[in-house]
């Protein structure tokens, strides 16, 4: 390879024989950058920026089949482009990671084959720990407010904000806090009244795009009876494939897959109205998991549950999460479940009051109780255990974390 990674192109989108159409895709070329000495050819994965918006891309380099005229260039598949014409546009290209060889197929069908397997392939590499900086970040809120009437307060007031890919963020603020109203507007079902709501590249105040949102971005709600809508399981977690017109055949794996994901493929023909509140709610999360998001945003889903079915939804959407590189927003009001979040993001009045790690928010303990909220229980004990003259370090939320610090404080 003549150049390590990453390497950076930049130029002007030309037309080539707008194959991509024809396979599903979005794709632009670039012209070989005059004089400059470029990575051997090869299929890559990439970041691609567009109009300030950053995409995970395949980059296939060198005489490849969309390529005009069979003239070398760099060809971009944008992997969640949200659509439109891409010629004629300043784009950006940065080299991350090599795939594989260059190489020529004997049948589109081939071709198309092939690229499922390099789709996989780049959104597994980027899945890896440690590339959670480089991707685009699937939920950006810039300047963003939100007012039910004219007359009255924000209920979302200017808040800024980027949740990264594969992220799990929980969301806390005491009631009318503005929870609700940021998970609505990060699904498109709130348009912000001022600023912009970007999720998966896409404009939410763009109306054609709306559809497109809700295929990246999920939501589960508070009561799953307000969305499950059809009597049987099977037939409920079909419902937003049918809705985007996928035909029957292709929806069976994917609905058995999600089922399974939730451990709820034994009911897949069990009336949900027959089931615990914990299976209703696990059978929405299917019915979104499904649609195969990048993001869930769940709103307070487990809030009608008793604590081993809260357990239950919150152990099983980490675990997509970690295994599936699902991006998760976690409105709540329980801290226990804060505490095992990655970030938290603390709303009051409609601002954001607080934004770090768990150690970091559930450390401010008078802060907190000003916003209303209360604390971890382990983060309580700490607290009162140190006033007692016990030196425990800070940041414990667990009672994993707190026998393993009481037993090197008693130790000592």
Not at 186 to 214: H, Y
Not at 215 to 238: C, S
Not at 278 to 301: F, T, Y
Request: with cysteine; net charge neutral.
């Amino acid at each position: 390879m003549k150049h390590k990674l990453p390497f950076t192109v930049r130029g002007v989108t030309v037309p080539g024989k707008r194959l991509g159409t024809e396979l599903g895709f979005p794709t632009a070329n670039l012209e070989y950058p005059r004089g400059k000495e470029m990575p051997e050819s090869g299929v890559y994965v990439a970041l691609a920026e567009i109009a300030h918006r950053r995409y995970t891309a395949i980059l296939n380099q060198g005489e490849h089949p969309t390529a005009p005229g069979g003239n070398p260039t760099i060809e971009a598949h944008l992997l969640d482009y949200p659509g439109g014409d891409l010629y004629g546009k300043s784009l950006t290209l940065t080299y991350l990671h090599f795939l594989r060889k260059e190489e020529k197929f004997p049948a589109i069908e081939a071709l198309k084959a092939q690229i499922r397997k390099d789709r996989d392939a780049a959104r597994a590499w980027m899945a890896q720990s440690g590339n959670e900086r480089i991707q685009p970040e699937p939920v950006v809120l810039e300047t963003a407010s939100y007012r039910y009437d004219e007359e009255g307060r924000q209920a979302v007031d200017d808040v800024s904000m980027a949740i990264r890919a594969g992220e799990f963020v929980a969301v806390l603020g005491h009631n009318g806090s503005g929870k609700s109203t940021l998970a609505k507007l990060m699904n498109a079902l709130f348009l912000p009244t001022s600023g912009r709501v970007v999720v998966c590249g896409m404009d939410t105040k763009k109306e054609p795009q709306v559809w497109n949102i809700r295929k990246h971005a999920g939501m589960v709600f508070q009561n799953p009876d307000n969305q499950i809508v059809a009597t049987v399981v099977r037939e409920d977690v079909a419902f937003g494939l049918e809705n985007i017109g996928m035909p029957r055949a292709q929806m069976i794996d994917r609905i058995d897959d999600a089922l399974d994901a939730v451990s709820m493929k034994d009911y897949a023909a069990a009336a949900p109205h027959m089931l615990s509140g914990g299976q209703k709610q696990r059978v929405a999360v299917a019915g979104v998991l499904a649609m195969q998001p990048d993001v869930m945003v769940m709103d307070e889903a487990t809030a009608m549950l008793d604590p081993t079915g809260r357990n239950d939804i919150f152990e099983t959407t980490r675990r997509l999460n970690r295994e599936k590189h699902i991006t998760v927003v976690w409105i709540t009001h329980f801290m226990e479940e804060a505490a095992r979040a990655d970030r938290v993001i603390v709303l009051s009045d409609g601002k954001v009051a607080m934004n770090g790690t768990p150690q970091k928010v559930f450390s401010q303990v008078k802060k907190l109780r000003k916003l209303g909220l209360d604390v971890p229980p382990m983060a309580m004990l700490s607290e009162m255990l140190n006033k007692r003259g016990l030196k425990l370090p800070g940041g414990i939320l667990t009672v994993e974390d707190m026998v393993k610090e009481l037993k090197v404080c008693l130790s000592r």
